[in-house]
């Protein structure tokens, strides 16, 4: 069965550092998606990517934010200036149309300190 | 604001009854509800959906139910297992405005044998 795949598993950064977290979604799907979950908490959207750009996105994801797909095949959620309030776990989706069944990756664990 | 909610962080059930997690919503426009089941170190994995022009969906063991004069959804799982034990989100979206998942906090459902 496709998947969604994500890279790394576990990130440990640095308070200021830049991260940049990688996915690789199901190659007919069109839509893209990142979301987090802080430990404890809900699953938070926070962009949504269609036809290479972005269709929208949630107040948490601010100028420190970006997302790329430089290549047609990876999906990248890159935080310019990691805060410690960034550490979460963050998932990437697609799905091959909006709103349905979405497939999610395993997920990166990022750990600012 | 949390326009998706599960007010029950957790759940247990004796093994072969029957396991009922609910979720409201407040936002009206929602017409589309999705259940996703999310087992530790991976990402949320869809489970079952539900249209607002239905109020019953069945899939096996898993069977969600809208009522959308209250606002409420639930999911029941029927026999419950033991390999049920999982968190489960409850999500939302506007198909007809195209806009992200919704997700609830989840509900920590423990199946003991």
């Known amino acids: 069965e496709p998947e969604v795949t994500q890279t790394p598993s576990h990130q440990v950064t640095q308070m200021g550092q830049e991260v940049i977290l990688r996915c690789v979604p199901i190659?007919?799907?069109?839509?893209f998606y990142w979301y987090r979950q802080i430990l404890g908490q809900k699953v938070e959207f926070l962009v949504s990517?269609?036809?290479?750009?972005?269709?929208?996105k949630s107040e948490i994801f601010d100028d420190q934010f970006s997302v790329e797909r430089p290549d047609g095949s990876n999906f990248t959620l890159k935080i310019r200036s990691t805060k410690l309030e960034d550490s979460a776990m963050y998932f990437c989706?697609?799905?091959?149309?909006?709103?349905?069944?979405?497939?999610f990756g395993s997920g990166t664990r990022l750990t600012v300190v | 604001d949390q326009q998706v909610k599960q007010n029950s962080p957790s759940l247990s059930v004796q093994e072969g009854r029957i396991s009922i997690l609910n979720c409201d919503y407040t936002?009206?426009?929602?017409?589309?509800f999705l259940w996703y089941k999310k087992y530790p170190a991976e990402g949320p994995t869809f489970l079952i959906s539900?249209?607002?022009?239905?109020d019953k969906n069945e899939d096996g063991r898993f069977t969600v139910f809208l009522n959308k004069s209250a606002k409420h959804l639930s999911l029941h799982i029927v026999p419950s297992q033991p390999g049920d034990s999982a968190v489960y989100f409850c999500?939302?979206?506007?198909?007809?405005?195209?806009?992200?998942?919704?997700f609830g906090k989840g509900t920590r459902l423990s199946v003991i044998a």
């Open positions: 989706a697609s799905s091959s149309s909006l709103a349905r069944g979405y497939t």
């Open positions: 190659s007919n799907h069109l839509y």
């Open positions: 990517f269609y036809n290479n750009e972005i269709s929208e």
């Open positions: 936002n009206s426009m929602f017409d589309y």
């Open positions: 539900i249209s607002s022009i239905k």
């Open positions: 999500a939302a979206s506007m198909v007809s405005g195209n806009t992200p998942l919704v």
